[in-house]
């Protein structure tokens, strides 16, 4: 009996090109998580003048062989949050940096002069490939405003320093590095009348305030432009599959009717 070599050296051919495509595609859609991967909190919509509200920053490691060693938040004074607690983070330490207000905001609970203007974490080391959630309690949020914008510094054991502060622009791309932004939802009056502030203590430099309303939110337009780059590269690969599986049938076809029959 006489086998089929022309049909076994064709389903050779097939396997390695089909270890190819699997690779590669594995590559494409690993090299996409690692650079859609930003810092982000949850969730990323609440109500104006809510209370007792948990804030998560959500903050990945994107270098390949460096680890995180610390985070810094500013949180906005322009509409300033009372009561602002961190959670206890295992592995790391928090300092609170305050800030004095030139008007003072009265709560239900008195006046408050002072509100919470930065969050630092260190002494924790983050590895490639993990992300580490850091959570705060925000006593009470202001209703005179749109949306909330944390930028964010993250420091990398290797000196490297990526600083999440960017605003997304009406009509321009999703920036690189965009800055956690908190939706503020339900009635209030319109933001625009913001008051500064002046720091005690260390604090980072993030550049000219900008009122939150003017500001708009970076996480849908970085999410659609993520989910269609996605869907982009499934249609490609899928059609890069169906063309080298088309072309090989091909050229098994004319090898086998070009064949000598075997007696």
């Known amino acids: 009996m006489s086998g089929h070599p022309r049909s076994a050296r064709a389903f050779a051919s097939r396997k390695p090109l089909a270890a190819v495509l699997a690779s590669a595609a594995l590559f494409v859609f690993t090299s996409a998580g690692v650079a859609s991967a930003h810092v982000t909190i949850g969730p990323d919509t609440t109500a104006k003048g809510g209370s007792d509200v948990e804030l998560t ?46 008007k003072p905001v009265t709560t239900d609970d008195g006046t408050v002069t002072q509100v919470v203007s930065e969050l630092t974490w260190t002494g924790g080391a983050l590895a490639p490939g993990q992300y580490q959630g850091f959570r705060v309690m925000l006593g009470k949020l202001p209703d005179d405003a749109n949306q909330l914008v944390f930028k964010a510094v993250q420091t990398y054991s290797n000196g490297d320093v990526v600083r999440w502060i960017d605003l997304a622009q009406p009509g321009q791309p999703a920036p690189d590095h965009p800055a956690p932004v908190l939706v503020l939802t339900g009635s209030g009056a319109s933001s625009g009348s913001g008051s500064g502030s002046q720091t005690s203590g260390a604090s980072v430099t993030t550049g000219p305030a900008t009122p939150s309303s003017a500001i708009p939110s970076s996480a849908t337009g970085d999410s659609t432009a993520r989910t269609l780059g996605t869907t982009g590269i499934v249609v490609g690969a899928a059609g890069l599959a169906v063309g080298a599986f088309g072309m090989s049938r091909a050229r098994r076809k004319s090898s086998d009717s070009h064949a000598t029959p075997r007696e």
């Open 57 to 102: 920053f959500r903050v990945p490691n994107e270098e390949a062989s460096a680890t995180t060693t610390q985070l810094e938040v500013v949180l906005p004074t322009d509409h300033p949050i009372t009561g602002v607690l961190p959670e206890p983070t295992p592995g790391w330490q928090v300092a609170v940096t305050n800030t004095t207000l030139p």
